[in-house]
Nanobody
Framework: QMQLVESGGGLVQAGGSLRLSCAASGRPFNKYPMGWFRQAPGKAREFVAAFSGTGSSTYYADSVKGRFTISRDNFKNTIVLQMNSQRPEDTAVYYC??????????????????WGQGIQVTVSS
């Protein structure tokens, strides 16, 4: 079993920044693809950013490229999503996720088998 706990969400004005953290426990942290997804009301869950299993590669959705940065702290078993230049369309519940069953990093939510509880991010215009 793997537990993922997100923190750091909240309300920010357009153009502002927020930092999300995901603390992982229960399984080795630096062996699996891990990333962030988000889900806005009435929409499907969508990929935001992810690390490869080795941590050597990062992947971003086109909508956040250049604004969001994913990083990891192997000592603290934590991954971080730094969100800058935020837009109202970034408003969503953000989820941390881990894929312990596939080698390749996927942008498909269905490939990920462990999820955090989600955290709200609201960007006001």
């Amino acid at each position: 079993q793997m537990q993922l706990v997100e923190s750091g969400g909240g309300l920010v004005q357009a153009g502002g920044s927020l930092r999300l953290s995901c603390a992982a426990s229960g399984r080795p942290f630096n062996k699996y693809p891990m990333g962030w997804f988000r889900q806005a009301p009435g929409k499907a869950r969508e990929f935001v950013a992810a690390f490869s299993g080795t941590g050597s590669s990062t992947y971003y959705a086109d909508s956040v490229k250049g604004r969001f940065t994913i990083s990891r702290d192997n000592f603290k078993n934590t991954i971080v999503l730094q969100m800058n230049s935020q837009r109202p369309e970034d408003t969503a519940v953000y989820y941390c996720a881990a894929d312990t069953t596939h080698f390749r990093t996927s942008v498909e939510a269905r490939k990920y088998d462990y999820w955090g509880q989600g955290i709200q991010v609201t960007v006001s215009s």
